[in-house]
């Protein structure tokens, strides 16, 4: 399934941070015009999820690259789209997923969100999100990474 498909089809959707810091900094990325279209539209019937250290990384991360306002106008549409789901819920799983994969704790978080909402995880390519990782995740976690 392609990921314009998946974003017809799909009520969930879990963006990780490179995706949304690709969108929010304006970098030439082809998932950009698909976030536009189905994600940040008044039209979009997506539920977007995050958990904490998305909010986190995306703030710092564009506070160091185009200042302190710009990352709170940011992290205030985020907030106004995006369902946070608390760190309490997440942990666990996200703990198991990085004892087993040398994976960033952030993308494990997002990994273990998109396994309980049960929807779709999209990443940019990662060095450490090779196919065989991913594809060892999604069997075993029944996740639904997508390399976008």
Request: hydrophobic share 45%; proline share 3%; charged share 25%.
């Amino acid at each position: 399934m392609n990921i314009k498909e998946i974003l017809i089809d799909t009520p969930n959707l879990v963006l990780d941070t490179s995706v949304l810091l690709g969108y929010f900094m304006n970098e030439a990325k082809d998932i950009n015009s698909l976030l536009e279209e189905y994600i940040f539209t008044q039209e979009s019937k997506i539920i977007l999820y995050g958990h904490n250290l998305i909010k986190t990384e995306l703030f710092y991360v564009i506070c160091r690259e185009k200042g302190v306002t710009e990352a709170e106008m940011v992290l205030k549409k985020i907030e106004g789209i995006m369902n946070i789901i608390s760190d309490t819920w997440l942990f666990k799983k996200a703990a198991n997923i990085k004892c087993r994969y040398p994976l960033a704790i952030s993308d494990c978080f997002s990994i273990s969100l998109s396994i309980l909402q049960e929807c779709p995880l999209f990443f940019l390519p990662e060095v450490e999100l090779s196919k065989t990782i991913v594809d060892k995740i999604n069997r075993e976690y029944n996740a639904k990474i997508q390399i976008v």
